[in-house]
């Protein structure tokens, strides 16, 4: 077993599981059925490794595979250091 | 890959909850030869950004009507498509926060069980024990049904288009309409940046695009785009069931299976267009909204947050109905916000319909002509 989305525990064999089951053909589909890459990485530990992964199985060159669109904010921040409420970190 | 000559009963323009509802119905029924064009990938659009509540506590018999027989269907889905879509049925608490709101919440509670909706008025305790980090000291009551409940659109759309191929259906990505082909009054052909496809009927299904759709076939329909924003936290571990809302905070807020809590807050600034980006509007207004509500959530760390579009009618109900100009097109748009919820009996009536069958509801309520008619009443249960 191999664990690649280190966030929510999703293996290699989910993943190509996951990717026969529902035809899947590209990386921005496969990011909203097993959450992979919406972690608190933001898919920078597990995205390079399952563009590998679908390159193999699609047999489609790396460059072809979508990469997923980031999101704010780039880290994680506690909703109430947006509004100045220094009881967030208590 | 490009295609060509192909013929198909039925084209649906856009793979979202209602083009693929309908595709699957469309089959269910036995309709025969049907393809769905999705211009990007599958959940590229409004159902993939959406925060995935389903409600009957609505406050018009058009929307109650659509809501209350969708969550019919809902509740049998997972086991017709034989997949988890995560439908759970946690309820919607609505809280008002003044005398004058909390008098519509009960009108609309009122107009709920005269559809057989079994909604409750709470005292703000009888809330606070359904929802227990509540703040309830601005709270004058609040609203719940039980029935109400949640699903996750991406798992939706994945499990109705392995179903649809199942089936014998089509969906076709990166795919986008370009044009049509009209003869007189019928659309013969469907042009696509991937080449045309021939057809007999046409289902309109691209939700804030659907103007684009329409201005293609010489008809202005009476939709848009307005961006609205939404964000996920962190996972934490179980703290309530239901969706809240609040119609005069315009906010709304759930916890996800995995724990994570998704929710949003409507700009009642915004202009509609197809705008992107987060703005910075947001996090803020959210965060200061949700912490006057629930305290306990300053702690929580947002992990993401992103853009969608309410594709919007000027009474904030829906359109399904033929199209005014081109025979043989319907027109299935301006859900306003909620087209994921109303999916399913939505995509069950335009089946009906393009199968020749009476539709199972009446729905000259959702016609494009009431617009032209001056016969608008604007929905006020509108959240996000």
């Known amino acids: 077993m191999k664990i690649v989305c280190r966030c929510y525990d999703i293996t290699e064999e989910e993943i190509i599981e996951t990717i026969k089951k529902y035809n899947i053909t590209s990386l921005e589909e496969l990011k909203r059925i097993l959450n992979v890459g919406m972690g608190e990485c933001q898919g920078r530990t597990c995205i390079p490794i399952i563009i590998s992964i679908m390159s ?32 967030a970190h208590k | 890959m490009l295609i060509s000559n192909e013929k198909y009963d039925v084209i649906i323009i856009g793979a979202g909850s209602i083009g693929l509802m309908t595709a699957y119905h469309f089959l ?12 990007g990938y599958l959940g590229c659009g409004s159902t993939g ?7 009957e506590q609505w406050g018009s018999p058009e929307n109650i ?28 608490l609505i809280l008002a926060f003044s005398e004058e709101e909390a008098e519509t919440l009960k009108q609309n509670v009122h107009l709920q069980h005269k559809f057989g909706i079994n909604s409750k008025i709470l005292t703000p305790e009888e809330a606070k024990e359904i929802v227990p980090i509540l703040n309830t000291s601005e709270i004058v009551l609040a609203t719940y049904n039980k029935r109400d409940a949640k699903a996750s659109p991406f798992r939706t759309l994945f499990a109705l288009k392995r179903k649809i191929e ?9 795919t986008e309409v370009i044009g049509f082909k009209v003869k007189g009054k019928e659309v013969k052909e469907v042009i696509t940046t991937r080449g045309s496809l021939k057809t007999n009927l046409v289902v309109n299904a691209t939700g804030a695009w659907s103007k684009i759709i329409g201005k293609m076939l010489g008809e202005n329909l009476p939709v848009e785009p307005y961006r609205h924003e939404i964000m996920v936290t962190e996972r934490l571990a ?28 409507g700009n009642p ?48 109900k829906p359109i399904i109905d033929y199209s005014e100009v081109i025979n043989n097109v319907i027109h299935a748009t301006g859900f306003s916000g909620h087209g994921f919820m109303v999916s399913p009996m939505v995509g069950k009536i335009v089946a009906e319909m393009l199968l020749g069958k009476s539709p199972s509801i009446d729905i000259e309520p959702y016609s494009i002509r009431r617009f032209r008619e001056g016969r608008i009443v604007r929905e006020t249960g509108v959240v996000g």
């Open chain 2, 166 to 174: 199942e089936m014998g259906g089509k969906i076709l990505t990166h």
């Open chain 2, 238 to 265: 179980h703290l309530f069931d239901p969706m809240v809302i609040s119609f005069s905070k315009g906010i709304y807020f759930q916890q996800m299976p995995r724990g994570e809590i998704i929710g949003g807050i």
């Open chain 2, 269 to 316: 600034e915004e202009k509609p267009g197809f705008f992107i980006q987060p703005t910075s509007w947001f996090p803020y207004h959210f965060a200061k909204t949700l912490i006057e509500i629930a305290p306990a959530l300053r702690h929580v760390r947002m992990l993401r947050h992103w853009i969608g579009y309410y594709e919007v009618t000027p009474d904030a």
């Open chain 2, 65 to 92: 009507i659509l809501a209350k027989k969708s969550i019919d269907i809902w509740e049998k889905l997972p086991k017709e498509l034989e997949d988890d879509l995560e439908f759970h049925q946690g309820g919607y």
């Open chain 2, 28 to 39: 269910k029924m036995g309709g025969k030869s049907v393809i769905v064009l999705e211009k």
């Open chain 2, 49 to 55: 950004r959406c925060g995935g509540g389903i409600r």
């Open chain 1, 56 to 87: 193999r199985i699609l047999g489609k060159s790396p460059d072809d595979i979508e990469v997923p669109k980031p999101r704010p904010p780039a880290f994680t921040v506690r909703l109430g250091d947006f509004i100045g409420d220094e009881d």
